[in-house]
Every structure is written in C-alpha cells, then in structure tokens.
C-alpha cells in the first residue's frame, strides 16, 4: 500500500474519473475499507454522491465526511481540495494504527473494542482530532492544532 499524499489523491482521483461508475463506488470503497482516517477527497465525493452518510464499508461505518475546496493563490489557505471534516466508526486497532492518537485494546469503562475517530481541519491552520469509545462515550485521546 502506498503512503496518501496530496499527489497521490490527485492521481487516484484522475484514474478513478475514467472508471465506469460501478468501477468508481468498487474503488471507492477499497480506499475507504484501507485507509479509512485518509480516505482521499475523490473517495468521499463518489461514495458521498452515490451513498450519502452513513454509509458502511467493510467493518467501517463512515458516517460523515466533508471535503474543503482549495484555494488557489490565497496565502495561508491550502489550494487542494482536502477532508474539512470526517467521523469514522472503526476497531481500536485501525484506529491506532491510522493515526498518532492513543488508543487502548478496549475501552476501559464499558469493554468495546470499537472507536468514533473524528477530524476536523481548516486548511493548514487549524484543527483537531478525537478518538472516543463508540458506546460509552469515553474520550481515548484527542489533540487540536493552530
């Protein structure tokens, strides 16, 4: 699997635009059941267009995503398209290996092994994310930036 870049959003997402349509929401949904903290811009527009939110894929509940669009030539602002924001319902274990968030094997207060991840950017400037306990609410990690 290679590393998600800005450039390599933007080449998947060019591939993808000359898939059938079918072959789009298939593509879609690997990139979302691999990377699902880095899901890339085309893959949220494909499956946000032809799912809406929540949708599942694979053990993935993605249940909101939205993309920033760039703004080229505007200072601090960044010019590519990118998440805005995103909520995935995961595994502890795909939530701590996607992200730098500390997050245990199960929760400590009620037992589950499954986690709300929540990203939330405004370009480079600012921005945070959270990994809480999808049942019980308890907060496992969280950072914010800007």
């Known amino acids: 699997m290679t590393e998600t870049t800005h450039d390599s959003d933007e080449l998947d997402r060019n591939d993808a635009q000359h898939l059938p349509r079918s072959d789009q929401v298939s593509d879609a949904r690997e990139r979302v059941a691999e ?3 880095y899901p ?23 249940v909101s995503a939205s993309v920033t669009r760039g703004q080229p030539r505007h200072g601090a602002m960044r010019s590519d398209d990118h998440l805005g924001s995103l909520e995935v319902v995961a595994s502890n274990e795909t939530i701590r290996d996607g992200s730098a968030l500390d997050v245990p094997d199960a929760c400590p207060v009620c037992g589950l ?3 709300k991840y929540t990203l ?11 990994a809480v306990c999808a049942a019980c609410g308890n907060e496992h990690d969280g950072e914010m930036w800007g």
């Open 35 to 37: 990377t699902p903290l």
């Open 40 to 62: 890339g811009v085309w893959a949220v527009d494909v499956l946000g267009d032809a799912f809406g939110f929540p949708t599942p894929v694979g053990d993935v509940l993605l």
């Open 113 to 115: 092994s499954r986690t």
């Open 120 to 130: 939330s950017t405004h370009h480079n400037i600012a921005g945070h994310e959270s």
